[in-house]
């Protein structure tokens, strides 16, 4: 069965440094999402992608973040100088239509130091 | 704003039959979705109501009333390894908009 892989699966850094989580959603899939889960928290909308475009933004997904479709395969997000509550599990999605069921993959967890 | 309300905590025993509601309040709505997550696991996806109704998965149903903006998932013949987490989320205009989550405990 198809599936969502991301990795790393656990990225530390340190404050002020630039991080890039890697996703490879269903092959199939054209819309691609990033979700992140405070520990204890409820999950929360960055950002969905198609079609090489972002279609919609949440308040969180400000200018330190950025998404990109480098290749065929692989969708990543950037986060350019991270800040200690950046550190999150960070979950990549991906559907077939925009409102569509959503597939997660495993998620990296992110320790800014 | 957009807001979605489960209870935080719901205890049932092996065996038994659990409902967890899920009320909402978003612009844009396309359907509820349910989703399970493990601690420390990803969400994984159970159900999905479009339209009002009852749908059926296996042990896993969910109902979806959108007059009411009101769901629910209920799950039969309790297991140990249900003991998890249960999200209703919101299929959004290209997003889906979380609940805080539901934590089942499942006593022997």
């Known amino acids: 069965e198809p599936e969502v892989t991301q990795t790393p699966s656990h990225q530390v850094t340190q404050m002020g440094q630039e991080v890039i989580l890697r996703c490879v959603p269903i092959s199939n899939h054209l819309y691609f999402y990033w979700y992140r889960q405070i520990l204890g928290q409820k999950v929360e909308f960055l950002v969905s992608f198609y079609n090489n475009e972002i279609s919609e933004k949440s308040e969180i997904f400000d200018d330190q973040f950025s998404v990109e479709r480098p290749d065929g395969s692989n969708f990543t997000l950037k986060i350019r100088s991270t800040k200690l509550e950046d550190s999150a599990m960070y979950f990549c999605a991906s559907s077939l239509q925009g409102t569509d069921t959503q597939y997660f993959g495993p998620g990296t967890r992110l320790t800014v130091l | 704003g957009q807001s979605l309300e489960q209870p935080s905590e719901v205890t049932a025993v092996e065996g038994a039959i659990v409902q967890i509601n899920c009320t909402y309040q978003?612009?844009?709505?396309?359907?509820l979705s349910w989703y399970q997550q493990h601690d420390g696991g990803a969400p994984t996806f159970l159900s999905y109501?479009?339209l009002d109704g009852l749908e059926e998965t296996g042990r896993f149903s969910s109902f979806l009333s959108r007059s009411d903006s009101y769901g629910y998932l209920l799950l039969q013949e309790l297991q140990m390894k249900d003991s998890a987490s249960y999200f209703c989320a919101v299929n959004s205009n290209y997003q889906l908009i979380w609940g805080a989550g539901t934590k089942l405990i499942i006593k022997p």
């Open positions: 978003t612009s844009g709505f396309y359907g």
């Open positions: 109501n479009g």
